[in-house]
Nanobody, 115 residues
Framework: QVQLVESGGDLVQAGGSLRLSCAASGRIFSINVMGWYRQAPGKQRELVATITNIGFTNYVDSVKGRFTISRDSAKNLVFLQMNSLNPEDTAVYYC?????????WGQGTQVTVSS
């Protein structure tokens, strides 16, 4: 089993920045992909950004140029730097890890952007 703990969510004004962090622990042997998803009230959970074990990144169009995903593979950490935040970014952000065809999720961290 893999445990994920997110941190960094907060209330921020539009145009501001936040950095989310996620630490993975437990039975970790070969993480293939780490990433972030988000779920806004009344909406489905959507992919925000992912990064593979060789550093390939993928972003949803709405965050390209504003968000940057990175990871520290040695420490099993993944980060999401979020700049130029707007109210549409308000959501619960979930950390995600894919390993050996299994998916693991964190409990989520709330990001609220005020206008």
């Amino acid at each position: 089993q893999v445990q994920l703990v997110e941190s960094g969510g907060d209330l921020v004004q539009a145009g501001g920045s936040l950095r989310l962090s996620c630490a993975a622990s437990g039975r970790i042997f070969s993480i293939n992909v780490m990433g972030w998803y988000r779920q806004a009230p009344g909406k489905q959970r959507e992919l925000v950004a992912t990064i593979t074990n060789i550093g390939f990144t993928n972003y949803v169009d709405s965050v390209k140029g504003r968000f940057t995903i990175s990871r520290d593979s040695a420490k099993n950490l993944v980060f999401l730097q979020m700049n130029s935040l707007n109210p549409e970014d308000t959501a619960v952000y979930y950390c995600y890890v894919g390993q050996d065809f299994q998916s693991y999720w964190g409990q989520g961290t709330q990001v609220t952007v005020s206008s």
